[in-house]
């Protein structure tokens, strides 16, 4: 099973911006969809950002228009650039093979983002 290693988050000032980056152990061209998710405080973990093999992308609402998701097959990599980060996207970020909407991968330690305002 591909293991995923998240990396990329911090402390950052609300307006501000991050990259993510979640490496794969293994080819990530066998899975058709990946995502990033979240898990603020308190909250159950969901699903922010997903990208399918074609390159087509789906975003929550609540990040639409500030966060872009992308692949590097070359590298095994996804990424999760953040823009115009707000106080509300503090969590742990999470990256997981998806099947449709649906997690199927085994969850890496994912990587905290702290934004202050």
């Known amino acids: 099973q591909v293991q995923l290693v998240e990396s990329g988050g911090g402390l950052v000032q609300a307006g501000g911006s991050l990259r993510l980056s979640c490496v794969a152990s293994?080819?990530?061209?066998?899975?058709?969809?990946m995502g990033w998710y979240r898990q603020a405080p308190g909250k159950q973990r969901e699903l922010v950002a997903r990208?399918?093999?074609?390159?087509?992308?789906n975003y929550a609402d609540s990040v639409k228009g500030r966060f872009t998701i992308s692949r590097d097959n070359a590298k095994n990599t996804v990424y999760l650039q953040m823009n115009s980060l707000k106080p509300e996207d503090t969590g742990v970020y999470y990256c997981?093979?998806?099947?449709?909407?649906?997690?199927?991968?085994?969850w890496g330690q994912g990587t905290q983002v702290t934004v202050s305002s």
């Open positions: 997981n093979t998806l099947i449709g909407t649906t997690a199927f991968g085994s």
């Open positions: 293994g080819s990530i061209l066998r899975f058709n969809a």
């Open positions: 990208i399918i093999t074609g390159g087509s992308t």
